[in-house]
């Protein structure tokens, strides 16, 4: 009896994740403030599958899942160009991980994945390709990339997307301390304003969070201009119909380093509503 498949996405974001763990170990690269995880499990609408920061580098990483030596990611090329011309615009090294797929009975050194086929015991067990270094391949270029290389102590600007993905990480700290667990979130995409959907726990009803940044301290704004910027996140989102969460971020510039690697330090402004409430 043929056994449908379905990839299994945790396990190979599991494998990538212990092998570029790993790596920093061997490498003592594992001073917070230098190294650091910035992207570690699937989002909707995402370019790219993980992400490690060393120094005032961004290190954006594609999985490249092959069995038999074929790739086995749906419509992958296409995939890879849109995600070379992301990283273009927004200061990230495009990494390639490839990722070999065998299916057995065990799970071996790298190899984690779960069973399929109704109790076949059959799991997916995904191997780096390289397990003698980072396994990090330029996705222009093929060349090896090492991530210490290139990257220095230099204060550098933050893109458009590293600003939002750190004001996301902030939304998601306070969300699963204050309101409940995350169980999707949609990555930073140009022009759109990163979302959370959460299960609000004193309530046990399914709530969403926007997230956006602001160009001046929260200190500043007026109220007009808190009611324009909510009111613009619903207007440009408007699949929301429930009570939800609007972070109005700040990142200001700092001369320190932080442990989450960026120059920069921030103010939020938590404002709850219905989206009803905010557009009226």
Known sequence: MEVQMTLDIPGAYNATGVHLMECAKKNNYLC?????????????FSYFDMAIRYKNRFYAILMDIRHNDLSIIPDFSERKEKFI??????????CMFPLDMSLGKQNGPHGYGTYFGGGYGISQIFTPHNK??????????????????GATDELTPMSEYEKYYFATDV????VEEKYGKIVEWYDVLPGNDPQLIYINKHHNTKEWCCVRVVDKPISELTESEVA?????????????????????????KSDDRTALGYHYKYKIKESFRTSYEIID
């Not at 011309?85 to 495009?94: A, E, I, S, T, W």
Request: glycine share 2%.
């Open 32 to 44: 917070p403030q230098d190294f650091s995880f910035r992207k570690t499990r699937p989002a909707t």
């Open 171 to 174: 939304a998601k700290k306070i």
């Open 85 to 94: 011309k992301f990283c273009q615009g927004n200061n990230l090294v495009p």
């Open 228 to 252: 324009q910027a909510t009111k613009n996140m619903h207007i440009f989102n408007p699949i929301f119909s429930h009570n939800g969460l609007f972070f109005l971020i700040y990142i200001e």
């Open 132 to 149: 003698e270094n980072w396994n990090l391949f330029h996705a222009e270029t093929s060349k090896l990339i090492n991530p210490s290389e």
